[in-house]
């Protein structure tokens, strides 16, 4: 079963508590977009086998949103991190980096 | 190959079974392929099979990383029915639940397809409403389904609490038509009907590079080293994204893991297949007596084959309310598949930025009951260079243009 620290209550929480929130850092794009930006925001998702960043929501919990980083082909947890920003903390991705040398997911590596 | 039948059974009946052949050939691969199909679960193995029946195409490599069928194709609650909402997919849809009715003969080997009814709960009155409108748009469609009041429910299915507490069943949307089929056969009986017009089914090979040259595909790169290709097939379901990444493309689709599981068997005790999508379950018995169960996705991707637990518990406390008397069985084995699921809920089927590259993927949760009718328009596509009829609207620029085939909407659950 998956377990994420809420980086607010700074407890471990279940998955039973947290509620999937989808890809994380999307760049938002709205009136006057071309048709591709509409359709990579809308509609194409990073989905690697490998490193990700999700957003997750403490529903039964603070309900506070926050970001993960994890694993989809170990289902390793690298970290959670603050929902206010908007890239992944420079810390973490050092982390990332010492476990999966060479990874890159969008436009972060 | 020698012909499966009631004589042969005979036959060999006499002579201790000795003389029944490997049903396929295990072949090295060849330097060279006019079409190569990475992917040996059902859809991409109908692929081939079409290319070789319809086309004349047998020079046809089909490139699995594990064992054949060993996918969600061998992981799958064998859901077959065909009354979805919109237009092209009761046409593709509908093709292959025909295609079912004769493909033991087809294929000469028994898939064991069983057209014992499938019927739809009805639990909100939304849901009624929903599968009213599917009964009109089925009956323009051609396809044959009907809604039918709770009193019928019951008759067709006695093992139904249809007076639930929180959901009780209001009706149902009845497909006599679907039914189940045998997941291993489907695979077995094309990979065995492919391997004998001359096609190599090669299996512990991965792909792990797509080649190409000025914009068109030339070929892959394996485990079992370079194998070149005039066309491509794409056929990979939950590893899709990973293909695309190879070959440099993106798809609109995410993988999770969907999970089913099996009870202990026992006697028969029913004969229909039935969904319940408010709830988030389903259930059929299997031949052997199991009770065979099925809910929701999990919520995140994942490409482990591995799902949480808790989906599980949701899916058996709503059968549980919906079948009373299952409450004691103890259940056999739990699994769990990757898939790929798209904005609309509908499958990909089309040409993909790179030339002479193909895709068939996208069927998510329901792709079991599309494998024939989905190889022959993916086999159509590959073999003429641009998708037919039933393939043309599943193409994924629609995203971009916003022609949706929704049928997320249509199918709460799943299947
Ligand atoms: C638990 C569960 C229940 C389901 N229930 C139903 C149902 O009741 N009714 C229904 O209609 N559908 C159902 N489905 C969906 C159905 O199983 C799928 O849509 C269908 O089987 C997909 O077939 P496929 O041939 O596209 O994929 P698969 O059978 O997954 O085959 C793809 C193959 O590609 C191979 N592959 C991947 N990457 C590579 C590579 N790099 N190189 C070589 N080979 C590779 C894989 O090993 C795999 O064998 C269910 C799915 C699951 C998981
Ligand atoms: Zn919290």
């Known amino acids: 079963m998956l377990t994420l620290n809420c980086p607010y209550c700074g407890i471990a929480a279940d998955e039973t508590e947290l509620s999937p929130g989808g890809q994380a850092h999307l760049k938002r794009f709205g009136p006057g977009s071309s048709e591709d930006e509409f359709e990579g925001y809308l509609f194409m998702r990073e989905n690697p086998r490998g490193v990700h960043f999700e957003r997750w929501r403490h529903s039964n919990g603070c309900g506070k949103w926050f970001h993960a980083a994890r694993c989809t082909s170990t289902l390793e947890v690298f970290g959670t991190y603050s929902a206010q920003t908007v890239e992944p903390p420079a810390e973490l991705r050092k982390t990332i980096s010492e476990k999966r040398p060479g990874w890159s997911w969008g436009e972060f590596s | ?415």
């Open chain 2, 1 to 415: 190959m020698k012909r499966y039948s009631a004589f042969a059974v005979a036959r060999e009946a006499f002579r201790h079974h000795a003389g029944w052949e490997r049903a396929w050939r295990n072949p090295e691969p060849k330097k060279s392929y006019d079409v190569i199909i990475i992917g040996a679960g059902g859809h991409g193995l109908a692929t081939a099979f079409w290319l070789g029946k319809n086309h004349g195409i047998t020079n046809v490599a089909v490139i699995e990383k594990g064992w054949l069928g060993g996918g969600n194709t061998g992981r799958n609650t064998t859901i077959i029915r065909s009354n979805y909402l919109q237009d092209p997919s009761a046409a593709i849809y509908e093709k292959s639940r025909s295609l079912y009715e004769t493909m033991s003969q087809d294929v000469n080997y028994n898939i064991m397809f069983s057209p014992r009814g499938v019927m739809m709960l009805a639990q909100t009155h939304h849901e009624v409403r929903g599968y009213l409108r599917t009964e009109h748009a089925n009956n323009l469609q051609g396809v044959a389904t009907t809604f039918v009041g709770p009193e019928k429910v019951k008759e067709l299915c006695p093992i139904i609490n249809i007076d639930g507490p929180r959901y009780p069943v209001l009706g149902a949307l009845w497909q006599p038509r679907g039914g189940t089929a045998r997941h291993d056969a489907v695979a077995w009986g094309y990979a065995r009907a492919c391997s004998d017009m001359g096609m190599d089914i090669i299996q512990q090979c991965e792909v792990t590079g797509v080649r190409q040259q000025g914009g068109q595909v030339t070929g892959v790169d394996t485990t079992k080293g370079a194998i070149d290709c005039k066309k491509l097939g794409i056929v990979v379901a939950g590893h899709s994204g990973v293909l695309a990444d190879m070959a440099g493309f993106r798809l609109p689709l995410e993988s999770v893991a969907l999970q089913a599981l099996v009870s202990e068997p026992i006697k028969p005790c029913m004969d229909v297949v039935v969904m319940a999508n408010t709830v988030h379950g389903y259930m059929s018995q299997s031949d052997k007596g199991e009770m065979v169960i099925g809910g929701g996705t999990d919520g995140y991707n994942n490409y482990t084959q591995r799902g949480s637990f808790h989906h599980i518990e949701e899916t058996v406390r709503a059968l549980i309310e919906t079948f009373p008397m299952i409450s004691r069985l103890k259940m056999l084995r739990q699994w769990g598949g990757i898939v790929d699921v798209t904005g609309d809920r509908s499958p990909i089927i089309g040409k993909t930025p790179l030339g002479n590259c193909f895709i068939n993927c996208g069927w998510g949760t329901g792709g079991f009951k599309a494998i024939p009718g989905s190889g022959w328009a993916t086999a159509e596509m590959i073999a003429k260079g641009e998708p037919g009829p039933l393939a043309a609207e599943f193409g994924m620029d629609r995203f971009k243009e916003g022609r949706f085939i929704d049928e997320s909407v249509a199918a709460g659950v799943a299947h």
